[in-house]
Nanobody, 113 residues
C-alpha cells in the first residue's frame, strides 16, 4: 500500500520553528516529486514547496520563501520541511503529496501570537 505520513506539527509561539516530516511507505520517494501544501481554516489550499524526484528543481511559495527549506533523506525515505521564524499566518494543516497523487493525512501547525 502506497502511503505518505506527515509528522512534526504542533503548537509554537511566533518566531519559533518546527520541522515537518513526510515519510513514504510502499514506494521510494526518489522516484517521485513531492509537493507540500497547507490549508488554513476558511482558506484555499496553498502550495508551499516542491522538490523534483531528482532532488533538484526546488521551489517555494513567496509567502514562505527564506523561512523554510526542503530536503530529502533517501535512506529514510523521508522528506523534511524545516520552518523558521513562524508567524500566525503559517497556522494550517500541512500535507505532502507525491506526483502520482498519493496524499498524507496532514499535520497541524498552530502558531500563537
Amino acid at each position: 500500500q502506497l502511503r505518505l505520513m506527515e509528522s512534526g506539527g504542533g503548537l509554537v509561539q511566533a518566531g519559533g520553528s518546527l520541522r515537518l516530516s513526510c515519510t513514504a511507505s510502499g514506494f521510494p520517494l526518489v522516484s517521485y516529486g513531492v509537493k507540500w501544501y497547507r490549508q488554513a481554516p476558511g482558506k484555499e489550499r496553498e502550495g508551499v514547496a516542491s522538490i523534483h524526484c531528482s532532488g533538484n528543481a526546488i521551489k517555494y511559495a513567496d509567502s514562505v520563501k527564506v523561512r523554510i527549506t526542503i530536503s530529502r533523506h533517501n535512506a529514510k525515505n523521508t522528506l523534511y520541511l524545516p520552518m523558521y521564524s513562524l508567524i500566525p499566518e503559517d497556522t494550517a494543516v500541512y500535507y505532502c503529496k507525491s506526483t502520482d497523487n498519493v496524499w498524507g493525512q496532514g499535520t497541524q501547525v498552530t502558531v500563537s501570537s
